[in-house]
C-alpha cells in the first residue's frame, strides 16, 4: 500500500484580539463574497478534555492502544455548500490516487445519496472498493457511515460527501469518539474543504475549522472553475481571520484548475473514470484531449504540494 507522509505536528496558538494590516491593494469591496462584519468573529480553538494532536497518541489510558499499523488517511471532499465542487475534486483525486499515487488498495465510500456522481464515474472500475453509505441522524440508521473507520484500520479511503451534511457529520464524530480513535488507530482525516469564493462558503470553512482544526488537517481548495477571479482569491488570502487561522492551524491552500465546460460536458455524457476517456476517440476532441490532460496535471501538482503524499512528481 502506497505510503503517506506526516505533515508536521501542530502548535496550537492563541489568536490574537489585534487584526493584522490588510494589503491596500486587496482591500476594495468583494463583488463575490466578503461581508466584512460576518467574518470578523474570532475563531475558537476547539477544547478536548484528553491532549489530542494531528498525530500524537493519546496518552495511556483504558480505552489507548500502542499503534502497530501504518499510518492510513481518510480523504473527505466537503464543503457544505451545493456546487462547490466537491464531485470534481473526488474524482480528480480517485485519477490521481490511481494513474500517479498507483494505490490499488483504497476504498472509495460515496455517501451523497441524492448525486451519487463519483460512484457513477468510478463504481465499475473499483468494484468492490466502492462502497455506499450514509450519514442520519436517525438512531437506527445512524452507523451506516461507520464502515468508513472500518476500512481505514487496513487501507486509505475517500469520502465523498453531500452537501449540507454537517449536523449527521458533527454527531457521527462525537458519537464515536473519533478525536481519539483517529488517534488510537493512527488514522488521520485530512477534510478536503472545496470553496466556491463566496462569503458563505469562506464562513462555513472557518467554521469546520473552529470544530475539528485542533486534530483533523483541513486543506483549502480553491474551484478556480467556479470562480476563477485571482483577485476574490488575493482578498480572501489577506482577511484578517484568514490570516489568523492559517497561523494558528498551517492548512495547506490550493488551487482546483479549471475543467472546460466543453469537455466537462462531454465525459458527463459518457460517465466513465478520466483515464479511460482519454484513451477514447469518442468522448473527447483532440483538443480537448490536451485540455483535460492539463487539467489533471496542474490538480496532481496542487495534491503533491501538500506533502500528504508519498510520491514523486
Known sequence: MPRTNKLPQVEQKPLSDSEPDIDPQVS???????????????????????????????ENNSYSDSVDKQLTYIHFWGGERGGAGKSTGSRVMLHFLLEVVKDSTFYLVETDRSRPDVKTYYGELLGHRCIDAFFSEAEFKSNSADIIFEKALQTNVLVNLPAQIAVPFDEWIERNCLAEMTAEKNIKMVMWFVCSGEEDSVDLFFQSLKKYGGWMQHVFVRNEGVCPDEGVWQRIAQLPKMKQAQEQYHFPVINLPKFYMADRDALKTNPMPFEQALKRNDIFTELGKKRTHKFLDKAAQEFHKTGLFDVNY
Not at 44 to 57: K, Q, R
Open 28 to 58: 476594495g469591496s468583494l463583488p463575490l463574497l466578503v461581508a466584512q462584519t460576518s467574518l470578523d468573529e474570532e475563531l475558537v480553538t476547539p477544547e478536548f478534555t484528553t491532549p489530542v494532536t494531528s498525530f500524537a497518541l493519546l
